[in-house]
């Protein structure tokens, strides 16, 4: 049987020797081989440089994330062939559809993300100018560039599918390549993963290379520019952390290790409780999905001492209904772990909890199955501990890496916030209560410790995702034993693979740089009114200015009637004189607005298609009756849209009364069309 192929500097690479043989989780049987033998990864990592990364800056983020949406429905054509594959990893259909859908998702959720929240551009721009001189003629502003390296992501063996993409969704949408170096036990699914990805052509070649095997010399060739990101044990990640090569050339490094996570259960929720009933449902569903192999699953159940009882017994009672066996029995609830050596690693550890408590369900000798071999699959029996010191060290300590999960007791909030941190860094926790309260002191109290909390209760249950279920939208990653990074978290995870660099320089120039018009800048007053421009003809600074409007007292008194808006200041003269904010009666706010509106907007059908927002008002100065006000509308920043006839427009709008006094200032966000097609030749 040949080796996996990997696949690396454009080509797939056959090792000459025959490999390390991998096997199916539930039949024991060979299934494949796996080498890097005979692969250069110094001309690997080349590779990704010089023909990936370049091919990636020619492309906008909105052109990435076109192209990672594209990849995402492609990918979902081959979802049974996927199931099938992941089945032999001892995950059952619902594990699979975790790993496999869920990475999927984050393609698609990072295709959305780029087309909405970032710009259609190779430059983020982040935050706002920041004035750096008196004049107004020297300003400084931050900016986000792609590393210009590889983002090398070396996964754990849980989620062959689903940590490669959540991984490669937000270095691609950056405009970073990567090299996927998966686990070795379940490094199959990947590789048919990876060769899906090459065959479709979606992405371009240079930023998807893939290495199956042993990483070899990888880190040695790693420069600064590059990235690396590994999911796995701490022991790992401290020893690939401190490679002399990533920690000489700083490197960036992320690491999400697993870790000892708890879920804390409410003294409100007495047995009968919606939230008593939900803590042992999740408890028993995050010892069971994948096994227990999950770096986000529950290891300590922290629950009042006068419960524990009660949730042992029902916990107990719940997981003698779950069926262990072969994944593709549809009765079947849990399957196997990994391999045979994961499951001896998992009885090692149960031998270390088994000094600090006991057993309350399970036997890690024996397990009744279903469809298979108990021994010659890596089956296991789900198994509950109760440890009634909680003091032990052995319960915060260590870690089986499989359906093991430990009961401690806790007679205070203090005391419960406490045992979370004993766990040195987590990367999710829970708190079941309905209670907030209680809610507020746990959470508050174990934020410090944990990347990700979950407050479960009657409210959200319908609606949750569960805490073992990380979101692409939100970071996924924990302080200290949890390995100290962040991954995905939308645009964060972007963002990491991004150098942000402070820019100093004129309003001008930092106008040239970053595409965005600052203010200071030369504005364009031409005799073609901004809004008769379509999309492609319009440039940052083209500026109309319109006014002066007077105010009366007509008008307020008018707009007072007409909205609704009878606030004081409008229409008191004497409260509005005893205001130390106004010394009279002024104008409402969004009355400057509305003249401001009628000033700017040209009326007649044209290329401006709708106003869809504004954004970022401040009200600077009041208007008097008998003021006279005059705005100055600039386009700001011009964004097409991919795929679509019209873009979006930003323009910066100033309103200033007759002594030049800034009045109000916001943001007037349009939709504008392009040149119709026979226009545009």
């Known amino acids: 049987m040949a080796p996996l192929p990997s696949y690396v500097s454009g080509a797939w690479h056959i090792p000459p ?27 690997a990592l080349t590779h990704g440089r010089l023909t990936g990364g370049p091919a990636l800056g020619e492309l906008t983020f909105h052109q990435r994330a076109v192209l990672l949406k ?38 698609l959720s990072y295709a959305s993300k780029g087309k909405r929240e970032l710009p259609n551009d190779t430059v983020l721009v982040d935050g706002d100018v920041e004035p750096l001189s008196k004049g107004g003629t020297f300003s400084g502003r931050h900016i986000c560039t792609p590393l210009q390296g590889v983002a090398v992501q070396i996964n754990a063996f849980n989620f062959p599918m689903w940590g490669p993409l959540e991984k490669l969704a937000p270095a691609f949408l950056a405009g970073m390549p990567s090299l996927i170096k998966p686990a070795s036990q379940t490094a199959y699914l990947t590789a048919r993963l990876v060769e899906l990805i090459v065959d479709s052509g979606i992405l371009p070649e240079g930023t998807v290379q893939f290495v199956c095997g042993d990483a070899g010399d990888l880190l ?21 952390r401190t490679h002399p090569v990533v920690a000489g050339r700083s490197v960036r490094f992320n690491a999400e290790a697993d870790s000892l996570n708890c879920a804390i259960l409410g003294p409100d929720a007495r047995p009968g409780t919606p939230e008593f009933d939900l803590f042992v449902k999740q408890l028993v569903t995050e010892m069971t999905v994948k096994a227990g192999q999950k770096c986000t699953a529950i290891r300590r159940a922290i629950v009042p001492a006068d419960l524990i009882d009660a949730v042992a017994q029902a916990a107990g009672d719940r997981l003698a209904r779950v069926t262990v066996g072969n994944p593709s029995n549809p009765d079947v609830r849990m399957g196997a772990l990994a391999t045979l050596e994961q499951r001896e690693e998992v009885r090692r550890g149960l031998k270390a909890l088994t000094d600090a408590g006991r ?87 174990a934020a410090p410790w944990h990347g990700r909390l979950l407050v479960l209760n009657e409210e959200d249950a319908k609606e949750s995702t569960g805490h073992g279920s990380p979101l692409p939208m939100l970071v996924h990653g924990g302080p200290g034993r949890a390995g100290g990074g962040e991954e995905m978290g939308g645009v964060r995870g972007v963002l990491h693979h991004m150098q942000r660099t402070a820019v100093q320089g004129s309003p001008s120039m930092l106008t040239a740089i970053t595409g965005r018009w600052t203010q200071g800048s030369p504005r364009a007053e031409g005799d073609v009114h901004p809004f008769r421009k379509h999309l492609e003809d319009l440039r940052i600074g083209d500026t109309v200015v319109a006014g002066p409007r007077p105010v009366t007292l007509e008008d307020i008194e008018h707009f007072a009637d007409f909205t609704g808006d009878t606030f004081y200041a409008h229409m008191d003269e004497e409260a509005a004189r ?3 904010f106004f010394g009279g009666r002024v104008a409402h706010g969004y009355l400057v607005v509305s003249f401001a509106a009628g000033l700017f907007v040209s009326p007649e059908p044209g290329p401006v298609l709708a106003n869809y927002g504004l954004e970022n008002l401040r009200f600077l100065a009041p208007t008097f009756p008998g003021d006279e006000l ?8 011009i964004t097409p849209r991919e795929n679509a006839d019209y873009g979006e427009v930003r323009w910066d709008t100033e309103v200033t009364r007759q002594d030049g006094e800034v009045v109000a200032k916001y943001d007037v966000l349009t939709l504008v069309a392009k040149r119709p097609a026979a226009e545009g030749v």
């Open 17 to 43: 020797d025959e490999g390390a043989p991998l096997t199916d989780a539930v039949t024991g049987e060979e299934i494949g081989r796996i080498s890097t033998t005979g692969i250069d990864m110094g001309a």
């Open 70 to 107: 594209t990849l995402a429905l492609h990918l979902r054509e081959h979802r049974d062939e996927l199931y099938a594959l992941s089945a032999r990893t001892g995950a059952t259909l619902a594990d699979s559809r975790i790993d496999v859908d869920g990475g999927i998702g984050v393609l």
């Open 220 to 240: 040695d060739h790693l420069t600064e520019q590059d990235l690396v990101a590994f999911t796995g044990s701490a022991s790992t990640a401290l020893r690939l």
């Open 359 to 445: 057993i309350v369900f399970g036997d890690p000798g024996r397990v009744e199955v279903v469809d298979a071999d108990a021994e010659r699959g890596a089956f296991l029996s789900p198994i509950l501990l109760r440890a009634d010191d909680p003091g032990r060290a052995e319960p915060h300590e260590v870690e089986a890496f499989g359906p093991v999960a430990t009961l401690l007791p806790y007679s205070t909030t203090r005391e419960a916030v406490a045992l979370a941190a004993r766990g040195r860094g987590s990367l999710v926790g829970s708190v079941v209560t309905a209670d907030p309260g209680f809610a507020r002191q746990v959470v508050i109290g």
């Open 578 to 580: 005893a205001n130390p």
């Open 630 to 637: 005059t705005v100055a509308l600039t386009a700001k920043q």
